[in-house]
Nanobody, 122 residues
Framework: QVQLIESGGGLVQAGGSLRLSCTASERTLSGYVMGWFRQAPGKEREFVAANRWSDGRRNYADSVKGRFTISSDNAKNTVYLQLNSLKPEDTAVYYC???????????????WGQGTQVTVSS
């Protein structure tokens, strides 16, 4: 059982930056794809970014391309999401997840963190 613990959320003004972290309980995440999703109040959970450890391939949602960056540190069992040029519409609970395939679909991910709140004020 993989446990994922997110941190780094908070309140920031529009245009600001945050870095989210997701640390896994397993000794290595190299066998997984790590993804970030977000869910705003009253909306469905949506894909943000994903990183495949085996070849470093990364996918991003169109809404965050050029502003968010996913990265990882296998030695620390941690994946990061750098959020730059934040907008009020980025406000949501951000979740990290682990799964076997590089995918944008919630159902493809097996393990989930508890989420961390990101609030962007205008």
């Amino acid at each position: 059982q993989v446990q994922l613990i997110e941190s780094g959320g908070g309140l920031v003004q529009a245009g600001g930056s945050l870095r989210l972290s997701c640390t896994a309980s397993e000794r290595t995440l190299s066998g997984y794809v790590m993804g970030w999703f977000r869910q705003a109040p009253g909306k469905e959970r949506e894909f943000v970014a994903a990183n495949r450890w085996s070849d470093g391939r990364r996918n991003y949602a169109d809404s965050v391309k050029g502003r968010f960056t996913i990265s990882s540190d296998n030695a620390k069992n941690t994946v990061y999401l750098q959020l730059n040029s934040l907008k009020p519409e980025d406000t949501a609970v951000y979740y990290c997840a682990a799964g076997p395939q590089l995918s944008e679909y919630v159902g493809e991910y097996v393990y989930w963190g508890q989420g961390t709140q990101v609030t962007v004020s205008s």
